[in-house]
Each structure stands twice: as structure tokens, then as C-alpha cells.
């Protein structure tokens, strides 16, 4: 059996760095789907090199949610396989081995110019309008001497000798403006060219004995016996450096296929600047695992009949590149909820929705988290009815027809309001964690950062999570909404603000909210010290480490 009839060999490799992306499910589908309708295999690979952010706590969920859709791996870092390890910082040894293998062979050196060289070399060659890369000096430098200076504690790295033209491809002080076609054969797109004068010697080590991700990637994969990969289009400009490595080490470079990216309808990335992107929102908020495949797969491809409803099974059985279109899939939420009524209506039975209802609206966890904060305002069942749906909806501010008015900061005008509360998108999304410590730390450096008290800061805020003014605390409220409640409802009130006639600065007044939610007295959370988050420090945080890519 050779190579192109064999059954293929596809992975997956997503960073464990926060929570799992909708383009990882577009993307872990595509590749499911193209290896099973052949009878070939998938592979869950775990990049988690970067230790700074990566998380077993991220790669868990990682896993969660694409068995929630249905989406199984053959060989993975939880059910093993013949290429374990499928973490990749558990395979640091075999990158160092094989970049040693490259710098034996003359296919790589060391490099110990330091972070200033290059800053000076980036600033010349863009002063002199050229394309900012690295110049080859250490290239051309005695190998001994380089590492000499390595073996007595000069930070180093380890770089891909690029070939620079048939004179002298290795070396040569000219080497960096000779030039080498490299080309391959998309199966979604063709031909296509590049050129090594484009392409700098690349880090293959970094300083810490780390591998960067093209080596990383090119390494597992070979070792995995991929056969195909099937990512998105951003990847394009990297797959000749991927190339050049599988040259550099004797190896036949897979096929490639770049799916096209998930857009907007003004066909911007999607992206949690403007979308709810985790797939975890999608399935707290009631989206149904075989609603949000069969979305999935409607972005790139089409049935020959045209059907819009098919399931998981469907897809595999009809799979093909051949109908898998470049056109820049519209990722429209309103398609999907429309999708998700279908399939409610259509593939459930009235048991089921029952069903389905409980475990949406009274998850126990969830459930638990609203009561443990609110449960001081209610004395009866009814009262928890009449102030809860806040919690549920998915823009309490906008459904309730907020124009936005009442949102500007005190003492802001509507352009610093908008900057002041993307800000606060900007740390939500970094934050090592949502827990109420983390999120009281995080206001308080987000005050502090816009010459804000707590009073100045959290009722636009309050209102715009909850529609209400009163509410408990607003660091416990936003941590028991989550992450990415809290992201797409800042979001969602961002258009209201823009559309804002041009006016003074807010006035303390306006920071009120709706009447019908005026707040009962001395109810709790309310006052500026409930929501005071100087009573707790910057928390340390957690000791676990291990990251993927996406």
C-alpha cells in the first residue's frame, strides 16, 4: 500500500490557553470528517509549550467540549496511542535530539546575538524599507567559537540555515539575498509559490531549550505519520518554513489543506472582540450539540443535494475537498439559533426538551452560585423568579431597550467610557482565572489604571451585566456569570454607546438605572464597600502549569 492509497492520518493540536474556540470545533470537524469517511485516523495533539498560560484545567475543557460534539480521537493525550507522549512538553527531549540531529548535519547553528543586535538590525532594515528579519550573523560566525560562548552562559538559540541560492546555499556573506522558489500543492487552493528571500533563519530552540512551534509541529507530525493537514488559512505563510524543515531533515512533507476562517457577516475574523467564541457559552446558553455540528459544517462545505439539516453521521459519509468552498463562511448566529429551533422542534421529543429545560435552567452548579449571592433577597420562590431571569438572559441591559445613555461613566465622555469598558473586555480575557478573588483584584487594577472609584466605575457596569441597580456585588456577580457572560455583555452594549450623540461629559445623575429597579433598603452588595475590591490583593496564581495550540 503506498502513501496516496493508504487511509490517511490527521490531527489536531490546539493550545490549552483559555477556553475551547468555536474554530477548533470547525477545524477538529473538518479533519474528523475527512479521516473517517476514508477509514483513517485522528489524532488529539496537546501544544502546551507555552508554559506561561497553558493549563490542564484548559486542556480538560479542550477535551469536554469536543466529545460534547460528538468529535472522538483515535489517539490522544488521555487514551494514549503508539506516538505517546501527545504532550508536547513531555516531548522535550525528542525536539532537543532531533535539533541536535540538524546541527550535526549542517542544517541549522547556534545563534547568541542578543535581543538589542536585533532591535538594531529590525530598525535598520526598516529604515531602509526592507522586510525586517534576521541578517544571518552568526551564520557566518566559527561554529566552535558560538558555542564556545554557549558553553560558558551566553543565552542561545538555535536557527534553520534557509537555503539562500545554488552559489552556496549554506553560507556566504551574500547568502541572505540569494533566493529559492518554495512552492506546494494546496488541495483547497492550488499551487502555491513563496520565495526564501521572504523567509529568515528561523528559531527552531529558544533560550530556555523550548521548541518553537514550527519544529515542534513539523517533528509530531512526522513522528505521527501525518499524512494530511487540514488547518486554517492563517497558516499559510508558515507552511513554507514547515517545508524547508521537512527538507532539512530528509522527511516527505505531508499534503496540505487550508480551510478558510470563520467571518463575520463585514467578513472580519471571528474573534471574541465581537462574538461569543467559547463553546462552552454556546452550551450554557442551550445549543444543542448536534445544532452547533451541523452549523459547523455548513461554513465550508455543501451537500450535492443541498440539504441544510444533516447530522454528525451524514457529514462523515459525504465528506469530500471537493465541496469544501473558499468562500469565507459566514459564522451567523441567527442561522444557528434558527438551526437550534429546528432540531429542538424536529429531533427532540417532548420528554427530551423536558429534559434538556432542566438541565439548562437549574443546572445545580450554576444554580448553587446564583443562590449562594442572592439568596438574602428572596423570602419566597416567587421573589427568586421575579429577580433571577438577569442571570439567564443573554443581555439583560439591551433586552430591556436600554439606549445606552445611562451607561457612561461619571465624569467620562462617550469615547473614554467605550475605551474604559473595552479595557475591561481586555483584562476579563486575560485573567488566569474568574474566581471572585481574581475578579475583585482585577477591578481594582482596572480603576486604578483609569483614575476610577469603585462608585464611579461598577454602576455602569452593574447595569449594563444585569439591566438592574441593584444587584450583589459586582465582583461575585461577575464571577458567578463567567467569563464569557460578562465578555458578550460589555460587548453587546459597545453599539448602544457608539450611537451617542457627541456630548459633555456624564453626569453623575445619569448613572441610574431603570425605576422598576430601584433597589430595596439596605439591601446587600448595594453600597460603594460591598463592591470595594481593595479588601483583597492580586492573588498568586495557581501552580499549574501545561499549554496547547489552537
Known amino acids: 500500500m503506498t502513501a496516496s492509497t493508504r487511509p490517511p492520518v490527521v490531527r489536531i493540536a490546539p493550545s490549552p490557553t483559555g ?104 530598525k535598520e532594515q526598516t529604515a531602509r524599507k526592507e522586510n525586517p528579519g534576521y541578517d544571518g550573523h552568526c551564520r557566518f560566525r566559527d561554529p566552535a567559537a558560538v558555542r564556545a560562548e554557549i558553553d560558558a552562559g551566553t543565552p542561545g538559540v ?125 452550551r450554557e446558553c442551550g445549543y444543542l450539540p448536534d445544532a452547533m455540528v451541523n452549523f459547523l459544517g455548513m461554513m465550508a462545505f455543501t451537500f450535492a443535494d443541498g440539504r441544510e439539516i444533516f447530522s454528525l453521521s451524514d457529514f462523515v459519509q459525504h465528506f469530500t475537498l ?78 430591556a431597550g436600554g439606549d445606552g445613555s445611562d451607561l457612561l461613566v461619571k465624569g467620562r465622555t462617550k469615547k473614554e467610557t467605550l475605551a474604559i469598558l473595552e479595557s475591561l473586555v481586555e483584562r476579563v480575557d486575560v485573567a488566569f482565572d474568574f474566581s471572585e478573588e481574581r475578579v475583585k483584584a482585577l477591578l481594582e487594577l482596572w480603576c486604578a489604571d483609569h483614575g476610577m472609584t469603585p462608585k464611579e466605575a461598577f454602576m455602569p457596569v452593574r447595569l449594563l451585566l444585569s439591566g438592574k441597580k441593584a444587584t450583589p456585588g459586582l465582583p461575585e456577580s461577575m464571577a458567578v456569570l463567567g467569563r464569557e457572560r460578562v465578555r458578550t455583555r460589555i460587548r453587546a452594549v459597545l453599539p448602544l454607546i457608539q450611537k451617542l450623540p457627541e456630548a459633555p461629559k456624564a453626569d453623575a445623575s445619569k448613572a441610574d438605572a431603570p425605576k422598576a429597579d430601584a433597589p430595596k433598603a439596605d439591601a446587600p452588595g448595594t453600597s460603594p464597600k460591598a463592591d470595594d475590591p481593595k479588601a483583597v490583593g492580586e492573588p498568586k496564581p495557581p501552580t499549574s502549569t501545561t499549554a496547547p495550540r489552537a
Open 158 to 282: 538555535v536557527r534553520l540555515k534557509v537555503p539562500r541560492g545554488a552559489n552556496d546555499p549554506k553560507a556566504g556573506a551574500d547568502a541572505a539575498s540569494h533566493d529559492v522558489k518554495v512552492a506546494f500543492v494546496d488541495r483547497l487552493r492550488g499551487s502555491v509559490e513563496f520565495h526564501t528571500r521572504e523567509i529568515d533563519d528561523q528559531v527552531l530552540q529558544k533560550s530556555d531549550g523550548f521548541p518553537t512551534y514550527h519544529l515542534a509541529n513539523v517533528v509530531d507530525d512526522h513522528l505521527m505519520g501525518v499524512s494530511h493537514v487540514l488547518r486554517g488559512e492563517e497558516w499559510i505563510s508558515s507552511t513554507p518554513k514547515h517545508i524547508l524543515l521537512y527538507a532539512a531533515f530528509g522527511w516527505e512533507a505531508p499534503e496540505f489543506a487550508h480551510l478558510p476562517l470563520l467571518r463575520n457577516a463585514d467578513k472580519s475574523k471571528v474573534s471574541k472582540r465581537k462574538n461569543p467564541v467559547s463553546l462552552r457559552w454556546f
Open 322 to 399: 471537493d465541496r469544501v468552498s473558499l468562500g469565507g463562511p459566514v459564522f451567523d448566529l441567527k442561522k444557528l439559533l434558527w438551526l437550534n429551533g429546528r432540531y429542538l422542534r424536529e429531533k427532540r421529543s417532548d420528554d427530551e426538551v423536558v429534559a434538556y429545560l432542566k438541565a439548562q435552567l437549574f443546572n445545580d452548579g450554576y444554580l448553587r452560585s446564583i443562590v449562594k449571592i442572592a439568596k438574602e433577597r428572596f423570602e419566597k420562590s416567587d421573589d427568586f423568579i421575579a429577580y433571577a431571569p438577569w442571570f439567564f438572559t443573554a443581555s439583560p441591559y439591551v433586552e
Open 19 to 122: 477556553d475551547p474556540h468555536v474554530g477548533t470545533a470547525y477545524i477538529a470537524l473538518f479533519n474528523y470528517a475527512f479521516a473517517k469517511q476514508q477509514g483513517g485516523s485522528f489524532i488529539l495533539r496537546i501544544e502546551d509549550t507555552d508554559q506561561a498560560r497553558s493549563t490542564r484545567q484548559s486542556e480538560a475543557m479542550i477535551l469536554e467540549s469536543l466529545r460534547w460534539l460528538g468529535i472522538q480521537w483515535d489517539e490522544g493525550p488521555d487514551i494514549g496511542g503508539p506516538s505517546a507522549p501527545y504532550r508536547q512538553s513531555e516531548r522535550l527531549d525528542i525536539y532537543r535530539r532531533h535539533v541536535a540531529d540538524l546541527v550535526a548535519a549542517g542544517e541549522a547553528y547556534w545563534c547568541t546575538c542578543t535581543a538589542e543586535r536585533l532591535d538594531g538590525v529590525r
